[in-house]
């Protein structure tokens, strides 16, 4: 018996065994099929429960079984594991296009949605025949056969152009590579990053020497502690020139013919722009609202950078003579200057930081803010022994969610941390089916003699897990695909991001951060100092990301027929944004995988629009009291348990009064002009 194929509430690990995935995959979709089937061949007329909700709730059990396959491909994986997703993926993406592309499905919904005025929907209701609507619509149900046939045409060739712009850009990254013998060349890199430089070099094959690479973990070092500005200026040369050396692996045009066909396929649509399409689902709505968003905070925070960069030159000026600060020093001297106003180590903040105390302190600040109640379990099936089990209760005692927590790193683990589920939330036949939700890091594990102690941006990752793990825990909506994190994209790190400032404040440090030999709680000083030093250059960071957002839109939010070169493009994009002199050697779109071969075209905005919502939403908090009880009960009522069941701006305001303003934002920052 496959234990995948008969109904399981928790998932049942132990019973699991890898050769049960296909099998399970294949029959659940058949399955899921069959559902379809079943109400396009319904001959009663189009209702809303005989087609939208029917379909909502089709392929529960495919949902299940894919949330159980791709967590663990995530967090407990191996090769078997990861041949099977290689041949199960395209057959999931096959069944989702027959879905959209079925003809006889979309006619019944698009009956349901034409009377939808008469219906007498709820709010929830309607939201979820917009969105199956537009799952449909989006992908041109509605064109003439001519028309869709040109948008298949379209799709399909923006997947191999992606597809080709992400395989040069990773051909380019591994191309490269800076071998160096005279050891006296990395003067000025820490022991660890040095190490690190040997051992590449020898699993590369060299005799000897250090090799730099620009993937992250060697680049970013590199240019933070290199003393040697020739080499910081060869290699920072070398990342910011990627997909643009007129050679095989260039990507100019590549850029030019995305940019247009989005256009096209936006235009086809019947929208102005790709930006318009995006823009439709998500809280920002239009380009032009992107546009003065991105454009007020510009406007805000150029003094400050401007600031902030007169303060580095004059520091590089002082230290090494640097007459003009380049590309290639900003690393090097913002790093320096930081230590010269901070001097904050890590070693200094971990004892206050053992992970237990952590872990006990997001509990608590839970249960301040929404009366949860976290208790540990043994009685759970677990993939991995390390993971932990917790039940959570309200005030009541009302089961509210399952919540497995996997901490530490394990080869099988990806990097980074992440919030997952094993189960959504819904409302079917009177029953609140409750969810199960993960958090998954990678965080310094214990070792023989010291206890697992954190980093401060640790403890920041953990609370801000958590948070998207509250928005899935107190999910309350009735249909499964609105509800928890099934938010608009750009809505979607506001309880992430808003967890995340209570590791600042004296009142809830208070709670757990606390030596682990001493008890001793963290001294208000350090504190101070980790709030400086968060907003260090916060004015040059914020326009790196602004000229991200402004290049994004750049490309996305206009007609770009008549576009012909990317860089005097891109330049024309940058200029009210840079503050290092050009580099013609360089070009930023070539590489710029987030918006040419990720999902964030049109989307990259959403950084600094999230932040603006988290500082507005906790400004609430801290004029109230950061546990307060009103503020917090409207926090759970008009935003964690409503997921996407409304606009994210009508559920912002009814949380805050009012729209979100920057103000907050530029506070926390230290952007405010005094
Ligand atoms: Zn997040």
């Known amino acids: 018996m496959n234990p995948l194929l008969s109904p399981f509430d928790t998932a049942p690990f132990s019973k699991i065994k890898n050769e049960h995935f296909k099998p399970a995959f294949l029959q659940s979709i058949e399955e899921a099929r069959a559902e379809i089937d079943a109400i396009t061949e319904n001959t009663d007329a189009p209702t809303f429960e005989n087609t939208i909700e029917a ?26 594991i990861q041949k099977i997703a290689q041949e199960i993926s395209p057959l999931l993406s096959e069944f989702g296009n027959d879905i959209t592309l079925n003809e006889a499905l979309f006619k019944r919904v698009k009956a349901v949605y034409d009377q939808k005025d008469n219906l007498e929907l709820t709010v929830e209701q309607n939201t979820l025949l917009d969105k199956k609507y537009k799952s449909f619509s989006r992908n ?109 692996l260039d990507n100019q045009e590549n850029v030019l013919e995305i940019a247009k066909l989005r256009f096209e396929r936006a235009n086809l649509l019947g929208y102005k ?27 805000k925070a150029k003094p400050a950078a401007e600031r902030e960069f007169k303060q580095l030159e004059d520091f590089a000026k002082k230290l090494d003579g640097i007459d003009r600060l380049e590309k290639w020093d900003s690393s090097y001297y913002s790093e320096k200057l930081k230590q010269e106003l901070f001097n904050l ?44 089990t917790f039940k959570v209760y309200d005030a009541d005692k009302n089961f509210i969610s399952l919540f497995y927590a996997d901490f530490h790193p394990r080869a099988g683990k990806r990097g980074g941390a992440w919030m997952t589920s094993f189960k959504s939330q819904w409302k079917r036949n009177g029953e609140n089916v409750r969810p199960h939700i993960s958090n998954v890091c990678n965080f310094t594990p214990s070792t023989k003699s010291k206890p697992s102690l954190l980093t401060f941006i640790e403890v920041t990752t953990l609370f801000h897990e958590f948070g998207h793990g509250l928005h899935g825990m107190l999910a309350n909506t009735t249909y499964p695909s609105l509800s928890g994190t099934s938010v608009f994209w750009d809505f ?63 490309w996305h939010g206009i007609d770009p027929t008549n576009i012909t070169n990317v860089k005097t493009h891109e330049d024309e994009a940058f200029k009210d944004t840079s503050l290092y002199p050009d580099t013609p050697e360089t070009c930023m779109s070539t590489a710029f995988s987030h918006i040419f ?29 950061i546990f307060n009880k009103e503020v917090a009960t409207k926090f759970k009522d008009h935003v964690l348990s409503q997921g996407g069941t409304e606009n994210p701006m009508v559920l912002y305001k009814r949380f805050r009064g009012a729209e979100p303003k920057v103000e907050a934002l530029l506070e926390r920052a230290g952007l405010l002009t005094s």
């Open 55 to 80: 379909l909502e709730f089709s392929g529960q059990q495919l949902d299940r079984i894919s949330s159980v396959f791709f967590n663990l491909n995530s967090a407990e994986t191996n090769e078997e």
């Open 492 to 554: 979607v790190e506001l309880p992430s991001q808003v967890l995340e400032n209570w590791c600042y404040e004296k009142e809830a440090l208070e709670l757990f951060a606390k030596h682990y030999e001493t008890g001793e709680t963290i001294p208000m000083e350090l504190v101070e100092k980790i709030k400086e030093s968060a907003t260090f250059q916060e004015g040059i960071q914020t326009l790196r990301q602004l000229s991200f957002g402004l290049l994004d839109m750049s």
């Open 597 to 625: 071969q990720g999902g964030y075209s049109s989307g990259y905005y959403s950084y600094k629009w999230a932040e603006v919502l988290d500082a507005d939403a906790f400004a609430y908090f801290k004029e109230e009291g």
């Open 273 to 299: 722009t790709h930006a318009d399409f995006v823009l439709e689902e998500r809280m920002a709505e239009t380009p032009e609202k992107v546009h003065s968003f991105l454009n007020e905070l510009l406007e």
């Open 345 to 388: 180590d890590d070693e200094k903040l971990k004892p206050y930081f053992k992970l237990e105390n952590v872990i006990n302190g997001v509990f608590k600040v839970a249960e301040n803010l929404f009366d949860l109640q976290f208790e540990e379990v043994n009685d759970i099936e677990k993939y991995h022994e390390e993971v932990k």
């Open 140 to 248: 041109g149900a509605n064109l003439s056969e001519d028309k869709k046939k040109r948008l298949r045409e379209i799709d399909a060739k923006l997947a191999k152009l992606k597809l080709t712009f992400g395989e040069n850009v990773l051909a380019e990254t591994n191309k490269y590579q800076l071998h160096l013998t005279d050891e006296s060349d990395l003067d000025g890199l820490p022991e660890g990053a040095k190490e690190a430089a040997a051992q590449l070099a020898t699993s590369k094959g060299k005799e000897d020497g250090w090799l730099i690479t620009l993937d992250y973990p060697s680049y970013i070092p590199f240019m933070k502690y290199a003393k040697n500005r020739a080499l910081r200026k060869e290699l920072s040369l070398a990342f910011g020139s990627k997909g643009f050396h007129n050679d095989e």
